[in-house]
């Protein structure tokens, strides 16, 4: 727990929010090989870290590597010790006692919903708060780009959340000892499965109507799990969609954060599900 000389505290439990990350076995899912690979090395799932991590990730051009593997979306819980708005943007420091405080910038959009503005209104100092965004760097320095900052209402998502960060770091650092070989016929999950945040219903903003209409699919699922790709397929041919179009979407939705694969690459969540 963070008290006020830089822990938890003061920042907001109130039960509700559930944040469970196990795949369809018993025990925390571990990243999936081989496929992240063919798609550019980047993965699509959410990867749990810390504010060090983040910190001290290895940077080569335009790519961040954690424990050895190229990471792009992140998510990571701390508490708001400053934030400055301005008419664009939104710029949180967040720190989590494993290092100096992060900064988040938040880009506040003029289509976003009241949902969103009363959510933005609920991140203050002092408030608890989980992070999902992309690892940045600006004049040396790394920060976060944030596609969401939702207030952390139950306890219980701090405490998975260091068990998910503990058991990611493991499962990467053992990953890094596999031969490539071994690791392209790997059959494991990646990270992510069950996680389940709202951060507004907006993500409709700039999409075609045709990546719009895959994301609600995605969005309207029940499953843990997610929703699985043939499913999706399915339910889009129903309305007219052509399954490359499908595809195409949700390489666009992932890139984009508003969904991410749950247990293997063939199911999907969203975000704000």
Same mark, same amino acid.
């Given at each position: 727990?963070w008290?006020?000389e830089?822990?938890?505290g003061?920042?907001?439990?109130q039960g509700g929010?559930?944040y469970?990350?196990?795949g369809?076995?018993?025990g925390f899912?571990s990243p999936q090989?081989?496929?992240q ?7 699509r799932?959410m990867?749990p870290?810390t504010?060090h991590?983040?910190?001290?990730a290895?940077?080569h ?6 424990n ?6 992140i998510t990571?819980?701390?508490r ?7 008419s664009t ?9 494993t290092a100096?405080?992060?900064?988040v910038r ?5 289509d976003d ?7 933005r209104?609920?991140?203050?100092e002092g408030?608890?708060v989980?992070?999902?965004g992309?690892?940045r ?8 780009v944030?596609?969401a /900052? ?7 998502? %701090?405490?998975f959340? =260091?068990? $998910?960060?503990?058991?990611a770091h493991?499962a990467?650092t053992k990953?890094a000892?596999i031969?490539m070989?071994?690791?392209e016929?790997?059959q494991?999950?990646?990270?992510g499965a069950?996680?389940?945040?709202s951060?507004?219903q907006?993500a409709?903003s700039?999409m075609t109507?045709a990546?719009?209409?895959?994301y609600?699919?995605i969005q ?8 699985y790709i043939g499913d999706?397929l399915t339910?889009?041919r129903?309305?007219h969609?052509g399954?490359?179009?499908v595809?195409?979407? /949700?390489?666009f939705?992932?890139?984009?954060g508003h %969904?991410?694969?749950? =247990?293997? $690459? ?6 704000d599900s």
């Open positions: 727990m008290g006020d830089g822990g938890f003061g920042g907001g439990y929010t559930n469970t990350n196990y369809t076995n018993a899912s090989l081989g496929s690979e063919q798609r550019g090395g980047r993965s799932s990867l870290v504010v991590q983040l910190m001290t290895e940077q051009d335009d790519a961040f590597l954690i050895g593997r190229e990471v792009h979306q990571f819980v701390g708001i010790v400053t934030v400055q708005e301005s943007n939104i710029l949180y420091k967040i720190h989590d006692n100096d405080p992060c900064e938040r880009w506040i959009d003029s919903s009241t949902a969103d503005i009363d959510k209104s609920e991140c203050r408030v608890v989980r992070v999902f992309h690892l760097s600006f004049q040396g320095h790394q920060n976060v944030a596609f /900052v939702n207030p952390v209402t139950d306890f219980n998502e %701090v405490t959340h =260091i068990l $998910d960060v503990v058991h493991l990467l990953a000892s031969p070989a071994g690791a016929s790997a494991s999950s990646t990270f069950g996680t389940s945040h951060y507004g907006k409709n700039g109507a990546q719009t209409d895959v609600h699919c309207q699922c029940g499953q843990e799990t997610g929703i999706l339910q889009c129903q309305k969609i399954d490359m179009d595809r195409q979407a /949700v390489d939705l992932s890139n984009e %969904v991410y694969s749950t =247990i293997d $690459d063939d199911h999907y969540k969203a975000t």
